[in-house]
């Protein structure tokens, strides 16, 4: 196949995806996988009849590809802003899935129940907390004032959900899952005491999801499992060996400095198909699966520059496996990915929701 190629290999998908119901079912939660990772239909199926309850979405569109493919439960976990367009196409959807969306305003859930009308009833909610991430979400002893309001319009408040991003960090895991608990703990208690009980509480991310105790969570939406990437490699949550996605790239270019230096070479796979994204802690732009002493230094939208540490470079048109920093950027850059079954190219999957952004 032409490189760069983006190669899935489905025994390690299937490894991961298999591990984390086990992990997730061994706890007595359910698992809610967030399919803006994947946005591929095989993959979806995979994880819900592996154990998966439903799937996570970020969009409407997303929401729309997968009800479409006959997954039956779906939770776009997003503040959404609906207008009437967007309202419609959500009873569309709860024609066909059990639909419950993120609030985290009243203005949000007043603005959701209008545009619902009469059928607000129709499309569950769950209040988004702020669990130190401070991204959206609100502080949890003010969920009580936002489900009253979401309640009071006609809204089924069903819950409550967080993201601990800040789990996302060298050795921040496990104070994540602390700072998680802890917000939950609080908005659950103040619901409760508000009169909303029998509430599902969903949270996790991919870096502390197998820290969770369910002493409050109930349901877990990992995404980034499904795959690992180098950001996940690095923080030490996968291992080379539970990467199931590579970008197969060529060496096209040698760069050859002083003895006492690093080789450097180019790989054509750059920021059109990897992603730019790098976080502050990152040592590069992502790595290569068999080298892992290696890092790409730089990106440019076709150019991968791999500094290579010691010994003869690689010769040009070797081709090479390039783990993405953030998988998910990298997936929605392509139509489709090659899958593998026991190192032999097998078929393609089409990347179904890809582009479905609003």
């Given at each position: 196949m032409p490189t760069p190629a983006v190669v899935v290999d489905a025994d390690v998908l299937g490894r991961n995806i298999n591990a984390m119901?086990?992990?997730?079912?061994?706890?007595?939660?359910?698992?809610?996988?967030?399919?803006?990772?994947?946005?591929?239909?095989?993959?979806?199926?995979?994880?819900?009849?592996?154990?998966?309850?439903?799937?996570?979405?970020?969009?409407?569109?997303?929401?729309?590809v997968f009800a479409a493919a006959g997954v039956a439960d779906i939770f776009i976990a997003y503040p959404l802003w609906v207008d009437e367009r967007a309202a419609g196409r959500l009873l569309t959807l709860a024609d066909h899935a059990h639909m419950t969306v993120g609030v985290d305003s009243a203005e949000g859930a007043l603005r959701l129940a209008r545009s619902l009308g009469a059928s607000a009833s129709r499309v569950d909610v769950r209040i988004e907390v702020d669990s130190g991430h401070h991204r959206s979400g609100v502080p949890p002893?003010?969920?009580?004032?936002?489900?009253?309001?979401?309640?009071?319009?006609?809204?089924?408040?069903?819950?409550?959900?967080?993201?601990?991003?800040?789990?996302?960090?060298?050795?921040?895991?496990?104070?994540?899952?602390?700072?998680?608990?802890?917000?939950?703990?609080v908005a659950v208690s103040a619901l409760e005491d508000a009169g909303f009980r029998d509430l599902e509480v969903s949270g996790g991310s991919t870096p502390s999801a197998r820290l969770s105790s369910g002493s409050i969570i109930t349901e877990l939406r990992p995404g980034v499992y499904v795959f690992g990437d180098a950001q996940q490699w690095e923080l030490g949550h996968c291992r080379p060996e539970?990467?199931?996605?590579?970008?197969e790239g060529t060496?096209?270019?040698?760069?050859?400095?002083?003895?006492?230096?690093?080789?450097?070479?180019?790989?054509?796979?750059?920021?059109?198909?990897?992603?730019?994204?790098?976080?502050?802690?990152?040592?590069?732009y992502g790595r290569l699966l068999d080298h892992p002493e290696a890092r790409i230094v730089a990106l440019s939208e076709h150019h991968a520059t791999v500094e290579w540490p010691s010994g003869a470079l690689p010769p040009l048109g070797a081709r090479l496996r390039v783990v993405p920093n953030h998988v998910c950027l990298a997936v929605n850059l392509v139509d489709e990915v090659h899958v593998v079954r026991d190192g032999v190219l097998r078929e393609r999957w089409t990347v179904a929701a890809r582009g479905r952004n609003s």
């Open positions: 119901a086990r992990s997730v079912q061994e706890r007595g939660l359910v698992l809610r996988p967030h399919a803006k990772t994947h946005k591929i239909i095989e993959i979806a199926h995979h994880q819900i009849a592996a154990g998966a309850i439903g799937l996570t979405v970020a969009t409407v569109g997303e929401a729309e002893y003010e969920v009580p004032e936002v489900a009253a309001a979401a309640s009071a319009a006609g809204l089924p408040v069903v819950g409550i959900f967080t993201f601990p991003g800040h789990s996302y960090g060298p050795g921040a895991a496990e104070a994540a899952v602390a700072d998680e608990d802890r917000a939950l703990s539970d990467i199931a996605l590579t970008v060496v096209v270019s040698h760069r050859r400095g002083a003895p006492e230096q690093p080789g450097r070479f180019i790989v054509d796979a750059g920021s059109k198909v990897l992603g730019s994204d790098r976080a502050p802690w990152a040592t590069g």
